[in-house]
């Protein structure tokens, strides 16, 4: 008998109160709601409408031992030196791709990026905390103030040391790399959950997108709000090298809008489901973007079809990046495994990405070609 509406969301209740280690909580819910301790097939499917995200990020099995959260060893820079790895997976005479390194955490991990130099790494998840990988030294930390809730983004000002923050807190947080211990300044003033943020390129600018769909433009000489229009959406991301453009992913729809004016200039649709991830190709001229079915490539320049699709075949897409030496390539991160996807070929070659987890996060650097991936095992694993 297949279990009630009601059911099954007492089921991702009572889940999600064990994974957030309200132990106590989730007893006493489980014996009042006489919520099963075992659920039917059915839950480890991923859910739709507003659960679907939260899933996305908690869909590592709790029942399975090996997907027990770990805490970081001791002697942190020791443990993340002996993770390096020498061995080489080849997928085509040109195109290849190595493990380097893994930085552990003690909580699931949603997002991360790379500072412009590629020695610094930051991400963030449901901890609150930003963990700060350091890759010359093979160390990492935890900032030392926080969120109040969990981070849904994390990004770095281009040429700087500085990254940001934002959080279901409604809050924008600003931090140094370097001085990993404060916030240099918080960004209020969303009312929603803030989903992601960018920023400008050349500019000092940052514009952070919430659950109600605004987006606010944010003046970081000030630190104060520039305004604000309704056009936000899961996520958003600037034109590289001249930021004439910012690209936001609203449900299963692209919007591009001129940032002189803020006016629609082109709109991808087509998607079936909601776009999990998007991202730029490093000249600014097409636009990768990812489902659960499927990814796709589409360009500026053209009236709205893509240009190349990917279907998945139930492996759970996620995350997506273009390929730091490649242009030509794309990285996408699903459950489990990592692809190296050619476009204008439509070749694909399996990466094992070493965890029991779903990429949720990628990240790569043109300065060393290093790439990141963040997962809800709860690490970043650095590749190359």
Not at 288 to 316: H, P
Not at 337 to 350: A, H, K
Request: proline share 5%; charged share 20%.
């Amino acid at each position: 008998m297949n279990p009630s509406n009601e059911e099954i969301f007492q089921m991702y209740l009572y889940d999600y109160l064990k994974k957030r280690g309200l132990f106590n909580a989730a007893e006493t819910f489980r014996r009042e709601a006489q919520v099963t301790t075992k659920p039917p097939i059915e839950f480890y499917e991923y859910p739709h409408g507003f659960l679907h995200e939260f899933w996305l990020l908690l869909h590592d099995d709790m029942y399975n031992p090996m997907l027990q959260k770990k805490p970081p060893p001791s002697n942190q820079a020791l443990n993340v030196g002996t993770s390096r790895d020498t061995t080489h997976q080849i997928y085509q005479e040109r195109y290849s791709i190595k493990f380097l390194a893994n930085f552990p955490s003690v909580d699931l991990l949603s997002s991360c990026d790379f500072s412009s130099d590629g020695k610094v790494l930051a991400s963030g998840g449901f901890g609150r905390k930003a963990l700060i990988c350091y890759l010359d030294a093979l160390d990492y930390v935890n900032t030392t103030q926080s969120h109040l809730a969990p981070i849904s983004e994390v990004r770095f000002q281009p040429d700087t040391n500085i990254f940001a923050t934002c959080s279901s807190d409604k809050i924008v947080k600003l931090w140094d790399s370097n001085i990993p211990g404060t916030v240099l300044f918080d960004l209020a003033g969303h009312n929603g959950v803030v989903k992601s943020l960018d920023f400008h390129p050349i500019e000092t600018l940052l514009c952070s997108s919430d659950s109600f769909d605004v987006i606010e433009v944010w003046d970081l000489i000030n630190c104060v709000r520039m305004k604000n229009f309704m056009a936000g959406g899961q996520q958003i991301r600037f034109q590289p090298v001249y930021g004439k453009f910012l690209a936001v992913a609203n449900r299963n729809v692209i919007t591009i809008l001129d940032i002189q004016t803020w006016k629609v200039q082109n709109r991808f649709q087509g998607h079936n489901k909601e776009i999990c991830s998007i991202c730029w190709d490093a000249k600014g001229q097409t636009i990768a973007s990812v489902t659960e079915d499927c990814a796709r490539v589409w360009s500026i320049a053209s009236a709205g079809q893509y240009l190349y699709e990917y279907q998945s075949n139930g492996k759970r897409f996620r995350s997506i990046i273009f390929h730091p030496r490649y242009p030509n390539v794309l990285l996408i991160g699903g459950y489990q495994n990592m692809e190296l996807w050619i476009p204008e070929t439509g070749q694909v070659y399996l990466i094992p990405a070493h965890t029991n987890g779903t990429i949720t996060g990628l990240a790569a650097c043109t300065q060393n070609e290093f790439i990141a991936s963040c997962s809800s095992d709860c690490t970043v694993k650095i590749w190359k």
